[in-house]
Every structure is written in structure tokens, then in C-alpha cells.
């Protein structure tokens, strides 16, 4: 284990649900990631959170809605996607040190995203 | 753009053999990464080279950093079935603490 975890693992909602994807870290760091995995697609990052603010918003559509209370904890509300949303979302978390680099970025397992 | 693309998109060998995997890139970079995913899975760091490091080692692992050809590549020598997984480099600009620009990722199969 990577000391990443993400709730629920699966998920299947309608487009008018509105649901929320929940990632907590163990590991003491400091920056957290947003990224969405689709098929045959290369990994696309979707927001990043340095000691808790938003520091990337990688023109997400605002149906995609992030919040970080804390630098364990992050989550990503969501409400009306479409069917193009289904995807792979994963979190991730790195030291994030004020001025790093060369940081080595750790994922939880994802979530699988269907959107009927 | 700077997104690595890997070469090739899918590898099948036989177990014992040498797997070797390319990745390029287009800007100049901090460092390069490489990730290694199993199937619907999260990403696993595997190794970071710097710019300024042309060659490094981890177990069966060894990576190469070519700056001035924009690309790296991974070499997993005495491979096993446990090594099949797609693997991703990836790279952090020098403009862009924090943030990696990942390749689609190279698919390998190894047979027992």
C-alpha cells in the first residue's frame, strides 16, 4: 500500500446525481493531485492542492469541484458529468515542500467512474 | 506541450528476457520520472533521474537521460510475470514544480 486510500473504489451515477470521491493520505505530505485516467489516453492532471490551496486548475469544467479542508484530505464533488467523465480517478500526494522539485508523487488505488 | 510518449505502446516478451522502454519529451525538465501501473490500479514510483544524471540503477531497474535528445529511457533486465504492468515516464518542467506531464504509457506482457 502506498499510504493513499480512495472511497469508494467504484462508482456508477446518473447525470443529474451529484456524488462526492473522497482521498486521504497517511503519509505527512503536504501537496495533494486530482488526475483522471481514461482509456488509451495518457494520465491528465486536473488539479493540485499545496498546503491547501489551489495551486493548478487544469481548465476542469466546473462540474468537477475540489476541496482540500486539510493536507490529508482531499475531495472531488461532483455534479451533472456526462458520459465522457467516466474515467479512472486517482489521487495523489507528494511532499510539497514551499520551493521543491524532484518530488516523487504517491497514488492511491482510484476510482472507477461510470456516469450513465 | 512536453508530454513524454513512450515507445513502444505495447511489449510482450518471455519471461528472463531484457524489456526496454523509450520515452521522449519537448521542453526542458527538472527531472524525469518513471511509474509503473497495474491494471485499473494506482501508479507505482519506480525511479527518478535528474536532469543533470545521465544514468541511474534500482534493482533490475536502469534508466537513461539523454537531455539534448529529449529522452529516457527503462530497462527491466531479467524480467518476470510479475513485471507485466503499462508503464508511464514522466516529467516535471522547469517552470512546473509539482506538476508531471505523463506519456500514454508502454503495455508489457511478460509470458512465463
Known amino acids: 500500500e502506498t499510504g493513499v486510500t480512495q472511497t469508494p473504489r467504484h462508482l456508477v451515477m446518473g447525470m443529474t446525481n451529484k456524488k462526492s470521491l473522497k482521498c486521504e493520505q497517511h503519509?505527512?505530505?503536504?501537496?495533494m493531485y486530482w488526475y483522471k485516467q481514461s482509456a488509451k489516453k495518457p494520465l491528465e492532471l486536473m488539479f493540485v492542492?499545496?498546503?491547501?490551496?489551489?495551486?493548478e486548475n487544469n481548465s476542469v469544467p466546473s462540474r468537477f469541484s475540489p476541496e482540500c479542508p486539510n493536507s490529508s484530505h482531499l475531495f472531488l464533488h461532483l455534479h451533472t458529468l456526462q458520459p465522457e467523465d467516466s474515467a479512472l480517478y486517482l489521487c495523489?500526494?507528494?511532499?510539497?515542500?514551499?520551493?521543491?522539485?524532484?518530488?516523487?508523487?504517491?497514488f492511491g488505488p482510484g476510482t472507477r467512474l461510470l456516469v450513465l | 506541450s512536453q508530454q513524454g510518449e513512450e515507445d513502444p505502446q505495447a511489449l510482450s516478451i518471455q519471461e528472463g528476457e531484457n524489456a526496454t522502454m523509450n520515452c521522449s519529451y519537448k521542453?526542458?525538465?527538472?527531472?524525469l520520472q518513471w511509474y509503473r501501473q497495474n491494471s485499473g490500479r494506482g501508479l507505482v514510483h519506480l525511479i527518478l533521474?535528474?536532469?543533470?544524471?545521465r544514468e541511474k540503477h534500482s534493482g533490475r531497474l536502469r534508466v537513461t537521460l539523454d537531455t539534448s535528445k529529449k529522452s529516457s529511457s527503462l530497462l527491466i533486465t531479467a524480467s518476470r510475470a510479475a513485471d507485466t504492468a503499462s508503464y508511464f515516464c514522466?516529467?516535471?518542467?522547469?517552470?512546473?514544480?509539482?506538476?508531471?506531464?505523463f506519456g500514454s504509457g508502454t503495455r508489457l506482457l511478460v509470458r512465463p
Open positions: 495523489a500526494s507528494s511532499q510539497g515542500e514551499r520551493e521543491a522539485s524532484q518530488e516523487t508523487q504517491y
Open positions: 503519509l505527512g505530505h503536504n501537496a
Open positions: 492542492y499545496n498546503f491547501k490551496e489551489q495551486t
Open positions: 521542453t526542458s525538465i527538472n527531472n
Open positions: 533521474i535528474r536532469s543533470n544524471e
Open positions: 514522466a516529467t516535471e518542467g522547469v517552470d512546473s514544480s509539482y506538476k508531471l506531464i
